[in-house]
């Protein structure tokens, strides 16, 4: 049975930082590197109100900039391979509930650099690449509503706030 139609809406990597990441991630995962670009996810398919509710409050979010900072990569216990921010999860937190309500949970903002859908039994030598991306600091000032139907690609379907 083919999956449904998913959104989210996502904080890509602006740029400079794409420049450092994406070479690691199509190393690491290069199926979910053809998925998707190096992105920060905000909302996630199972908690996005109706579409017509994410335009509204983004709208009324207008624009807007805050600054990630963060850690080396960090090896799970499932095989993945995460960023997590030492600098900006409040207001992420905040963004977060600008669009979800008061009542949005704490998510736990991260970049990935291997999915745990694509681990296999190669290993990487993180210390190799820790010193690319530790420390890496992103400025976000777009929100994405992404789409993917089925297994495909991740589409753009619109953008949110300040383009300079």
Known sequence: ??????????????????????PIRQRLDPRQHA???????????DELPSLDVVDRRLADLGAFAFTMRFSGPQRLA???ILLRPTLGTDSY????????????????AHITLLHPRHVTDSTFDLS??????T???????????????GQGPWRVRQEYGALT
């Not at 083919?2 to 420049?19: K, Y």
């Not at 998925?35 to 398919?45: E, Q």
């Not at 190799?128 to 991306?133: D, V």
């Open 93 to 108: 937190q905040r963004v977060r509930q600008s669009i979800l309500g008061s009542s949005a949970k704490v998510h736990g």
């Open 78 to 80: 499932d095989g993945a």
């Open 1 to 22: 049975m083919p999956r449904p139609t998913r959104r989210q809406l996502t904080l890509f990597l602006p740029p400079a930082q794409q420049a450092i990441v994406e």
């Open 135 to 149: 420390g890496l600091t992103a400025t976000f000032r777009i929100i994405t509503l992404i789409e993917q139907c």
């Open 35 to 45: 998925l998707v670009p190096a992105h920060v996810t905000l909302c996630r398919d």
């Open 128 to 133: 190799e690449i820790a010193p690319l991306l």
